[in-house]
């Protein structure tokens, strides 16, 4: 039963340049979550998507980052123009239903560590 | 929204003692409450998880307590051992809602 996959584990960019995560859920799961660790802090909520569907991007900032689930393939978090304070620890987290309140657990992939130089 | 509160920041035992992590949360809507530790360059694993309609779950060394009324929960792990070292997350998430809100992390060590 293979888990929560993503790659790509670590990955450089210049300031200037994309970045693209992605994110390939457990077998069985269609909800898929995105996460950001800065150093020393917790687990910030970016974007909530279902296949197709962006259902909450409430965490998300405005510009240069956008998210997709598409009907096949995983999941991409894209940032453009990335600048030095992307840097960070991205995760990836899938349940089967919709999670939280119905008792649902979310489980995270092993993360996408993102440098900016 | 949820806001999430977590402590301490760092706890440091002896094998062997009894490590407490303490959360409180603010929207008494909140009915699942699951807690992950994450181990240096990995992901966050579950570890327990509990709902609002259960005031302790154990589970060997670990065992979690809420309190409602309080809108508090909180993690006991007992015998702790240094594979224990680790950062814990707590986390809350509203009946109405389907996105947990973690609090910061605490990171336990555990000397041997």
């Known amino acids: 039963n293979a888990g929560v996959m993503q790659n790509p584990r670590h990955l450089v960019r210049r300031r200037g340049q994309e970045a693209r995560l992605r994110c390939s859920p457990m077998?069985?799961?269609?909800?898929v979550y995105w996460y950001r660790q800065l150093p020393e802090e917790g687990l910030k909520f970016m974007v909530y998507?279902?296949?197709?569907?962006?259902?909450?991007e409430s965490g998300m900032p405005k510009e240069r980052f956008s998210a997709e689930f598409p009907k096949e393939g995983p999941s991409i978090l894209r940032i453009q123009q990335v600048v030095r304070g992307d840097s960070a620890a991205y995760f990836c987290?899938?349940?089967?239903?919709?999670?939280?309140?119905?008792?649902?657990?979310?489980?995270f992939g092993e993360g996408s560590w993102l440098t900016v130089v | 929204g949820e806001n999430v509160e977590q402590h301490p920041s760092t706890l440091s035992v002896q094998e062997g003692d009894s490590a407490v992590i303490k959360c409180t949360y603010s929207d008494s809507a909140s009915n699942y409450f699951p807690w992950y530790k994450q181990e240096l360059g990995k992901g966050p694993q579950l570890i327990i998880d509990i709902r609002s309609n259960v005031g302790e779950k154990k589970d060997q060394r670990i065992a979690v307590t809420l309190n409602k009324t309080a809108k508090h929960f909180s993690l006991h792990i007992t015998e702790t051992q240094p594979e224990d070292s680790a950062v814990y997350f707590c986390?809350?998430?509203?009946?109405?809602?389907?996105?947990?809100?973690f609090g910061r992390g605490t990171s336990l060590i555990v000397h041997p």
């Open positions: 077998k069985g799961h269609s909800h």
């Open positions: 986390a809350a998430t509203p009946g109405g809602s389907y996105i947990p809100t």
């Open positions: 998507l279902q296949k197709e569907n962006i259902i909450d």
């Open positions: 987290a899938s349940s089967p239903r919709q999670a939280g309140g119905s008792g649902n657990t979310i489980y």
